[in-house]
């Protein structure tokens, strides 16, 4: 081979070579530092083709250490790891603490009664404290179980009570009827059977049983101010009298001339309800002897509602002289002698005049000269009444001359010649007909042109008052008006699109052609 004579050339292949070697050599060192471990690392690298220690031979390898642990299990003892103080945690368990533990009673009972009533209830289900605080709100109740009274849980339940109602505790029922008779203070179930004969179904707990209900009511209930009770007998009523004088309200069902000898010791009683005879239910006797006995024992009197209750003159003249406050005054189904209706004008504060469900307002009204009129009464009001004797309704207006409110409302036999009478009262300024179907037009317009202080008129349903026959002079009348709602035809209550078809005669039509309707009440 020749020898390459270029000095260039072999100066190339030299440098060529000596970039082979320096790169095996740096090869060479690169495995040999890959595997050394370097003193600054914390880790240390793994051993090749050697089996990993396990935690066994690392305890067995070094048996002194074991000696030492099992030595210091020996010597600690549960007492001295229970005397070392816990060590606190930085992060506080929020979960399982009650927040409002902190809270005294008064400031968490301040922020439970800023709860809206709907809230209050399900509130009370949070805890023991909150179901015991929430008791201290409850001002009413109505008691639909006689055990709960006389258990004492009804006072150690809710100790400020202010508002009790025992009347739908005291009615036991044995049967599991569903028809129920309602009255205006409770619902009674009826019994069906398949003659279509109706039998109330109910009982009343004993007086006795009721009587220590009361006292022990009144021991508990020292605040109470509004009594609702029925079958209590004088002994109870004094008891209640007795512990609770603030009892500003009191109702009474099923009462007697007897009973009302036990409401004297109420001195602060200003609302009271009487109700005697109930049709169907239960029948007891209020009359001139216990009105007298009344009107001798509340002479604070401001409100009074007899309902079923029998009287006279004399028992309604004690009333007006006695009962000096005496501003409302309610008869109900009321069975009063003839002449009674002279005795108001001895209610010379008598503001309002109610009567509801009267079967008749007077027998024998008397000479005019010895009706009197209420000199301060301001509103007559009649509910469901039945004005079919002239004279009695005549009496009537002649007594309430003074009045500037009369409403009449669904009551039957009002038609044109018994709404003329009203004419007598001449202050009149408020006017609300309802449901008087028997007075027309010409009847209404003959009675409130005389009225020359007339402001508000409502006229709902009745029938026979129409629209095609109101006169110019009873339109000027209307304008002049404060307050007016002409509602005179059912018909305005439905909607446009369907006056003028036979939606609404289908019922009409049914009951029509069915007019014998036993097979609704028959047994199957």
Known sequence: MQKENNPRRRMFKMRFRRSESEKAEEDKEHETTAFKPDPRSPLRPLKLNRRSASWSDTWLKNTTSLKNVVMAMHLGSPRESRLKPPQKSLVPELGNSDQTAQLSDQILLKILGKLPEMDRKPSSMVCKRWLSLQGRLVRSAKVKDWSFVESGRVISRFPNLTQVDLVPGSLISDRNSGILLNNCAFSVPVACSGHRVFEVDCDLVPGEVVDRGLSELGSGCPNLKKLVVIGASELGLLSVAEECPTLQELELHKCTDNLLRGIAACENLQVLKLVANVEGLYGSVVSDIGLTILAQGCTRLVKLELSGCEGSFDGIKAIGQCCQMLEELSFCDHRMDGGWLAALSYCENLKTLRFQSCKRIEVVPGPDEYLGACPALEN???????????????????????????????CWGLDNDMFRLASICRRVTFLSLEGCSLLTTEGLESVILSWKELEVLRVVSCKNIKDKDISPTLSILFSTLKDMKWRPDTKSLLPSSIIGTSLGKKGSRFFRKNRDLKFLFDAP
């Open 380 to 410: 007559l009001h009649l509910y469901k009444c039945q004005l079919r004797d002239k004279g009695s309704v005549r009496a009537l207006f002649m007594v309430c001359a003074a009045a500037k409110e009369i409403v009449f409302q669904d």
